[in-house]
């Protein structure tokens, strides 16, 4: 859900409350077993994000 909140403020473009969001999945994700297609597709969205942090934060 976290990963879902970060994409989803990030593509409305709240930087504050995509970092925010980004932050606390980046701890979540840290703590889960890397196992599986839905935690690899969680990691691939996260990253994501990361990326399009990078050059909203350069605007």
């Given at each position: 859900?976290?990963?879902?909140?970060?994409?989803?403020?990030?593509?409305?473009?709240?930087?504050?409350?995509?970092?925010?969001?980004?932050?606390?999945?980046?701890?979540?994700?840290?703590?889960?077993?890397?196992?599986?297609?839905?935690?690899?597709?969680a990691?691939?969205?996260?990253?994501?994000?990361?990326?399009?942090?990078?050059?909203?934060?350069?605007?």
């Amino acid at each position: 859900m976290l990963v879902q909140g970060e994409v989803t403020a990030a593509a409305a473009g709240e930087l504050d409350a995509a970092m925010v969001a980004h932050e606390a999945a980046g701890r979540l994700l840290a703590m889960m077993p890397d196992t599986g297609d839905d935690m690899a597709a969680a990691r691939a969205a996260h990253t994501a994000v990361a990326k399009l942090l990078r050059v909203m934060k350069r605007r």
